[in-house]
């Protein structure tokens, strides 16, 4: 018969962690571990502990790669520092689509607990300020040094995010079609620079709405917004003889269209990569961003 430490309480949370709630949940507890599969939970998990003054141990595996590490704002870096951007749509493959070594979750899980004992009980040297990279493959170990980014949007000496967020907006989470869609077909601001300096026709799209338009565009795009596009009300007036590329302001909604205009057979259209806000940022900085 399992018997259970009479010591250990475990709390059941039956419902979905999201910003109404994270906060609320995560204040009675002295540690958060982090075995998340997503990244809009993992900016959650990290933003919420920032604002809560709270340490927690995170852990990511990929194929036969894992992660793992302590982010503790007010001893050192956080998520953010590591990560401050969340890869644009398309360009990470799921775990139905890359695959996962299953023993990889023991392995980086097993780190995790160590750590949070360590952490716990006061005793050894976390990884706080250290990424930990396991490579099964080759069955090696790296340790990272990570430093506190003083610009850091979260826990930077200027934080530009004081209160929680929409993550799912912040990380471009689209539809899987949309995610089918981008992967082979995505450029980035550089790539998208050249193609327009070269001699092939192309016939670049703003599906951003006019007001933002009006505030910054991609010189040479014409504004179609992304609800004309997916009612399928604009898709006749796209040219045939021109390679169809797409942004917006990030690369959220460009996925969105990319996956109705593909689907309406144009099979070479692409997408910008961090949209215009790359474009300024990579390619024109004098131009105005929002």
């Known amino acids: ?70 982010f503790w704002a007010e001893h050192g870096p956080c998520y953010r520092c590591l990560y401050p951007e969340p890869p644009p749509p398309g360009m990470v493959p799921s775990c139905a689509e890359g695959g996962v070594l299953g023993v990889l979750c023991g392995s980086v899980g097993a780190i995790q607990v160590t750590e949070a004992i360590k952490l716990l009980t006061g005793i050894g040297e976390p990884l706080l300020g250290s990424l930990m990279v396991y490579d099964a493959l080759d069955m090696e170990y790296r340790k990272i ?6 610009d850091c949007a979260v826990c ?27 992967i082979g077909s995505t450029i980035t601001a550089a790539e998208l620079k050249d193609l327009l300096d070269s001699d092939k026709p192309v016939y670049l799209v703003d599906v951003r709405e006019p007001a933002e338009f ?26 045939q003889d021109r390679q169809i590329v797409m942004y917006c302001k990030t690369g959220v909604r460009s996925a969105e269209t990319l996956a109705a205009v593909k689907g309406a057979g144009f099979q070479d259209a692409v ?6 806000s790359a474009w300024v940022s990579q390619v024109d900085p004098s131009l105005p961003s929002y």
């Open 271 to 276: 997408h910008v990569q961090g949209g215009v």
């Open 145 to 150: 040094n990570v430093r506190k980014d003083p």
């Open 1 to 70: 018969m399992l018997e259970i430490n009479p010591l250990v309480t475990v709390n059941l949370h039956e419902e979905r962690l999201d910003s109404s709630n994270v906060l609320e949940i995560f204040a009675g507890y002295d540690l958060i571990v982090d075995g998340t599969d997503n990244f809009a939970t993992r900016y959650l998990v990290n933003d919420a502990c920032v604002l809560l003054g709270k340490p927690y141990v995170w852990g990511s595996i990929y194929r036969f790669d894992g992660q793992a590490s302590v």
């Open 214 to 239: 009006e505030i910054v565009s991609i010189p040479g795009a014409t504004l179609i917004p992304k609800d004309e596009i997916l009612r399928g009300d604009a898709l006749a007036s796209l040219p």
């Open 156 to 182: 930077g000496e200027h934080p530009t995010v004081t209160e929680l967020i929409d993550y799912e907006a912040f990380c471009g989470v689209v539809s899987d079609e949309a995610q089918q869609a981008a």
